[in-house]
């Protein structure tokens, strides 16, 4: 796994796709990940500053795993 760090815009801008995405399955209540974005959303970010979540929850910006992975492929396909 690529341990590079993440800056916090593209870690916000990841953390929003990653919820679009979790949002639009159909079975998305029987997920993980679903039940793991959602209590990241509502317990981290409640004001809306996006200064709590997962992914900017350690100093180098890897802390939710979702992200972390949805970066690395970015970083991979450029």
Avoid: H
Avoid at 30 to 49: I, V, Y
């Amino acid at each position: 796994m690529n341990q590079l760090l993440i800056p916090q815009e593209s870690a916000i801008e990841l953390c929003q796709e990653v919820l679009r995405k979790q949002g639009q399955s159909r079975i998305r209540f029987l997920k993980f990940n679903f039940w793991q974005c959602w209590g990241c959303q509502r317990f981290g970010n409640k004001d809306g500053s996006y200064s709590n979540i997962c992914a900017l929850n350690t100093d180098d910006n890897r802390g939710c795993r979702m992200v972390n992975k949805l970066y690395d492929e970015k970083i991979a396909s450029d």
